[in-house]
């Protein structure tokens, strides 16, 4: 029954950003060209609401959905790892018009080659998994 919830929530998530135009290339490409506030306004606040919620989620010791406390564990401090991290993310999303979050939205609002790029992330998703004991971390 908690899946329905999850599903619920998505479906809103998923209005909202199509109602704000987030995953609106348009709106993507004018961010990139330092056009429109609007992009860097959402994910200023989105960075500044996770940020809040991280430190409730310390502080309150929250637990999750199964009564577990969530324990947020420091990570490793190497910049390599999340430069190159971002310069593939950046690229992926120079490359579509769109980042990983709203592609199931784009698909369901009838954008149907973004089907071709989610069965990419799926196959990179399962090449990472196989590699990523090689890869250095």
Known sequence: MK???YLFL??????TL?????ISWYRIYEMFKFQSFHMYGVIGSAVITGLLYVQLIKRWKIKNTDGVVIDIKPKEKSIKRYLFGGIIFGLGWALTGACPGPLFILIGNGTLVMLVVFCSALLGTYAYGKLKDKLPH
């Open 10 to 15: 998505g479906i809103v998530f998923g209005v």
């Open 18 to 22: 199509s109602k704000a135009e987030i």
């Open 3 to 5: 899946f329905i919830n």
